[in-house]
C-alpha cells in the first residue's frame, strides 16, 4: 500500500538530519510512497528536494512566524492528508505537532536526532507524551532519558539511528591514496588521518589537532585531513598557523564524494565533545573499512564498541586520542580486524534499506 509522508525540517544547513531525511525519503519513494517536504526555501534540503520532483513547500519555521506557519501548515496537512508526519527540528517539531492535533493523522512521530537531555518542562510533557503517536531517537541513551524523565511510555519510543546509502564501488586503498596525493601535492608515499564533516568547536577539531600534534614527529610520513566547510574554519585555519602546522594539516573544503577519503584515511576522527546522535560520516567510514576512532559521547558508543569496532576515547582529552591514533597506526593487524568488524556491523544494521524496513516495521507490525 503507498503511503502519504510528510516531513517538515526547520535547519538550513546539510548536516546529517538534513541528508537522513533526504535519503529517507529517497528510499521510500523508490517503494512507492508519496513524499512531500515542508522546509525553509533556498536550503541545500530544498533545492535536492525539488531536483528530485518530489512535492516541496517553503516555510520559514521562525518563532516570529510561528502563528502564520501554524495555519500554513495545517492547511498543508488537511490538503495532502498524510499517513504519517515526521518532524524533524525543534522549530517545525513546535509548529508541526500542534498543527497536527485533531486531524486524525494515523501516525505522528517527533524525532529527535541530538543527544541533549530534554528538559522535563510542561510543553515538553505535552509534545513528547500528547501530541505524537511515535518518538524516533537516533541513539539510545536518548530514548532512555526522554522515557525516565519525562514519564513518556516506554512502548512509543524507538531508536532509529541514520542508515548509509553503500556506493556502487570504492576505489582501492591504495588508489585512493594516490589520489589524495596528487589532489594535495604531496609524496605519493604519504599517508592520511583523517575527519569528515562539519568544521565546528563541538566536532573536537581542535582537540584532533592537538593530538595529530603529538604523534607527527613519531609519524612523519602522515598527514591530517580535514574535510568539510563550517562556522570554525578561519579560527581552525589560525590555530593551524599558529602551531605551524600548515605542511601537515590539509583543509580539503567540502566533499560530495567522501568515499574516496575513508579509503585512503588509515584512520577516521571523531572526537565530537557534546550534542551527538549517530553519525552518518562514522557509519559511512566504517562501511569503507577505514579503522574509526570517537569519543564516549552521545550515541557514538552505540557503533564503536570499544576494542572490537573501534576504539573510544574520553572527549577533550588530546592525550588520550593522540594515544588511540598510535595504537591504530601501530598495531595493523587488530586495526584490520577492528575495521572488519565494522564493516560486518554497519551492513548488517545500518544501511539505508535496514532503516528503511525498520520504520516500516515500526508503523506497521503485522
Not at 510528510?6 to 528510499?27: D, I, K, M, P, Y
Not at 505537532?97 to 522535563?120: E, F, M, Y
Not at 584515511?265 to 567510514?285: K, R, Y
Request: with cysteine; hydrophobic share 40%; net charge neutral.
Amino acid at each position: 500500500m503507498s503511503l502519504r509522508i510528510l516531513h517538515t525540517v526547520s535547519n538550513n544547513q546539510w548536516g546529517g538530519l538534513e541528508r537522513r531525511v533526504f535519503n529517507e525519503c529517497a528510499w521510500m519513494a523508490g517503494k512507492g510512497h508519496d513524499i512531500s517536504i515542508v522546509t525553509p526555501d533556498n536550503t541545500p534540503l530544498f533545492d535536492k528536494s525539488s531536483a528530485m520532483g518530489w512535492q516541496v513547500h517553503t516555510m520559514p519555521f521562525t518563532s516570529l512566524n510561528a502563528p502564520f506557519d501554524y495555519f500554513h501548515l495545517r492547511t498543508i496537512l488537511k490538503t495532502f492528508r498524510p499517513d504519517i508526519l515526521n518532524t524533524h527540528g525543534n522549530m517545525d517539531g513546535k509548529v508541526g505537532l500542534v498543527a497536527a492535533k485533531g486531524l486524525n493523522i494515523p501516525h505522528v512521530i517527533l524525532s529527535r536526532h541530538i543527544t541533549p537531555d530534554v528538559k522535563n518542562n510542561w510543553y515538553n510533557r505535552q509534545l513528547y507524551r500528547n501530541l505524537c503517536t511515535h518518538i524516533f531517537t537516533t541513539a539510545d541513551c536518548t530514548g532512555t532519558q526522554i522515557i525516565n524523565d519525562l514519564n513518556v511510555a516506554p512502548e512509543k519510543v524507538f531508536t532509529v539511528s541514520s542508515g548509509i546509502i553503500p556506493p556502487e564501488e570504492m576505489l582501492p586503498k591504495k588508489e585512493a591514496r594516490l589520489l589524495l596525493s596528487q589532489r594535495f601535492k604531496r609524496n605519493s608515499g604519504t599517508r592520511y588521518i583523517g575527519y569528515i564533516g562539519r568544521l565546528t568547536e563541538d566536532k573536537g577539531i581542535f582537540d584532533l589537532i592537538r593530538a595529530f600534534d603529538r604523534i607527527r614527529e613519531k609519524f612523519t610520513g602522515h598527514c591530517l585531513v580535514l574535510v568539510g566547510d563550517g562556522g570554525e574554519k578561519e579560527d581552525i585555519e589560525n590555530f593551524i598557523k599558529a602551531g605551524r602546522l600548515e605542511s601537515r594539516v590539509i583543509l580539503a573544503g567540502y566533499t560530495d564524494n567522501p568515499w574516496e577519503y575513508y579509503r585512503a584515511f588509515d584512520a577516521n576522527v571523531l572526537a565530537s565533545t557534546e550534542n551527538e546522535g549517530i553519525p552518518q560520516a562514522l557509519l559511512e567510514a566504517m562501511f569503507a573499512q577505514c579503522p574509526v576512532i570517537g569519543t564516549q559521547v552521545g550515541g557514538i558508543p552505540d557503533v564503536i564498541r570499544d576494542k572490537e569496532t573501534g576504539l573510544l576515547v574520553l572527549p577533550k582529552n588530546p592525550d588520550s586520542l593522540a594515544g588511540a591514533l598510535e595504537t591504530t597506526l601501530e598495531d595493523q593487524s587488530r586495526t584490520g580486524i577492528r575495521a572488519r568488524a565494522a564493516f560486518e556491523f554497519v551492513s548488517r544494521s545500518h544501511t539505508i534499506d535496514a532503516m528503511g524496513r525498520k520504520i516500516l516495521s515500526i508503523l506497521d507490525p503485522g
